[in-house]
């Protein structure tokens, strides 16, 4: 079945530190990846993503992930966090063929001075 | 350009009433979603539209989810009769739809919040 999972339900990392926010995807093939950004009360906005190229994404703000076949993976980074990515950030995976997208149950990243 | 707009942002029901949410997607988006997002379950999909067509209609939901597309640019969700365990934010999003090598983006309105007491 496909799936994609997200194994931290929660990061908390200091303000300019680096962050990594963890991806795993479970699909026959490969499929396009996203990543997804919810600010408080809003809606969920993408950040960047990927289909068959350059293994490394560069996104909006900073954000950049890099996709691995051989792990299945999808991770999220950044290399100085700010206190405004404090957000809800949502890993997505999806096929033509099946016309919509899996999604992760999301981490939150919460971020201190 | 407007984004998905949804109406309302707020609304609160009485267990056993009807309910209609609103979503006007993005001008020329072919593909519709509604989503419910609540903190346990995270984002479930509850249906799926492409050119107006019906294409998921969410399994489980069924039986009290509703969701129709009148027009191209104008879709409601229905749940009749409606349950504490409703409560969660609704959410919908459009996009252009899969098409060649490209994969598209969903643009999301800012959800509708549904308290059922």
């Known amino acids: 079945a496909q799936s994609v999972t997200q194994p931290d339900a929660r990061v908390t990392v200091s303000e300019g530190a680096s962050l990594q926010l963890r991806c795993k995807y479970s699909?026959?093939?490969?499929?396009?990846l996203f990543w997804y950004v919810q600010y408080p009360r809003q809606g969920l906005q993408l950040l960047l993503k990927?289909?068959?190229?350059?293994?490394v994404v560069q996104g909006v703000n900073g954000f950049e992930a890099e996709f691995s076949k051989s792990n299945s993976s999808f991770h999220l980074r950044k290399a100085s966090v700010h206190w405004s990515d404090w957000a809800v950030y949502f890993c997505?995976?999806?096929?033509?063929?099946?016309?919509?997208?899996?999604f992760g149950r999301g981490t939150r990243l919460q971020v201190y001075a | 350009d407007a984004g998905v707009t949804q109406t309302p942002r707020h609304e609160v029901a009485e267990k056993g009433q009807t309910i209609i949410l609103k979503c006007e997607p993005v001008?020329?988006?072919?593909?519709l979603f509604w989503y419910r997002q609540t903190k346990i379950q995270g984002l479930e999909l509850l249906s799926y539209?492409?050119?107006?067509?019906?294409?998921?209609d969410g399994g489980a939901f069924k039986d009290r989810f509703k969701a129709e597309m009148l027009n191209s640019s104008f879709s409601t969700l229905k749940i009749q009769p409606t349950e504490p365990k409703d409560s969660a934010v609704y959410l919908c999003?459009?996009?252009?739809?899969?098409?060649?090598?490209?994969?598209?983006?969903?643009?999301f309105g800012s959800g509708t919040r549904l308290t059922v007491l």
């Open positions: 999003a459009s996009s252009l739809g899969w098409g060649g090598a490209s994969a598209e983006t969903l643009y």
């Open positions: 997505a995976a999806g096929t033509q063929v099946v016309g919509q997208l899996t």
């Open positions: 699909y026959f093939g490969t499929p396009y």
């Open positions: 001008s020329g988006h072919n593909d």
């Open positions: 539209f492409r050119s107006k067509s019906l294409m998921e």
């Open positions: 990927y289909y068959p190229g350059d293994p």
